[in-house]
T-cell receptor, first 115, second 109 residues
Framework: DVKVTQSSRYLVKRTGEKVFLECVQD?????MFWYRQDPGLGLRLIYF???????EKGDIPEGYSVSREKKERFSLILESASTNQTSMYLC??????????????FGEGSWLTVV | GQNIDQPTEMTATEGAIVQINCTYQ??????LFWYQQHAGEAPTFLSY????GLEEKGRFSSFLSRSKGYSYLLLKELQMKDSASYLC??????????FGTGTRLQVFP
């Protein structure tokens, strides 16, 4: 079974703090994604990575950056956390090969509260 | 950008059939997913359509019409555990996956 692991389930951070959300997948997937999910707004794409060291902005990249130094790990960074970044963050991954590449696998989610 | 529309909420009774619609912009379309998400949990994969027609998988079926930019998820023999949000997502352009806001389905006894 594919496993996508998000290192922290629940975090509380102060405004202005630097926050790292880590995501690791164990299936050698090329594509990885970071979404945030808010009531009434659904899942919104923050950043997308095609492969190692490759990234593309999603719909709401402002206030976020990402790092993909190794294939299995995709990190989301909040340089200076703000209260409007309080949300649930979902990491996902997908292979690009074959029909199985059509399925995207999600981590368990990280609930971030910024106070 | 991609604009995906689906109803916000639906209700149905146990044992019934419900159809959840999803419309999207056809430009750059590469495939459509349906996901189920229970409250407080991550989304789980239900179906994937890239060609026109109906894909059946047990109690759940998904339909796609690429020319109309339209899909639906059909849930038969509804059970209480089917109460969840159902997310329509379009694979678009350079392999981005964009989600609709989701349809919250409540199943009543």
């Amino acid at each position: 079974d594919v496993k996508v692991t998000q290192s922290s389930r629940y975090l509380v951070k102060r405004t202005g703090e630097k926050v790292f959300l880590e995501c690791v997948q164990d299936m050698d997937h090329e594509n990885m994604f970071w979404y945030r999910q808010d009531p009434g707004l659904g899942l919104r794409l923050i950043y997308f990575s095609y492969d190692v060291k490759m990234k593309e902005k999603g719909d709401i990249p402002e206030g976020y950056s990402v790092s993909r130094e190794k294939k299995e790990r995709f990190s989301l960074i909040l340089e200076s956390a703000s209260t409007n970044q309080t949300s649930m963050y979902l990491c996902a991954s997908r292979t690009t090969g074959g029909f199985s590449g059509n399925t995207i696998y999600f981590g368990e989610g990280s609930w971030l509260t910024v106070v | 950008g991609q604009n995906i529309d689906q109803p916000t909420e639906m209700t149905a009774t146990e044992g019934a059939i419900v159809q959840i619609n999803c419309t999207y912009q056809t430009s750059g379309f590469n495939g459509l997913f349906w996901y189920q998400q229970h409250a407080g949990e991550a989304p789980t994969f239900l179906s994937y359509n890239v060609l026109d027609g109906l894909e059946e998988k047990g109690r759940f079926s998904s339909f796609l019409s690429r020319s109309k930019g339209y899909s639906y998820l059909l849930l038969k023999e509804l059970q209480m555990k089917d109460s969840a949000s159902y997310l329509c997502a379009v694979r678009w352009d350079t392999d981005k996956l964009i989600f609709g806001t989701g349809t919250r389905l409540q199943v009543f006894p």
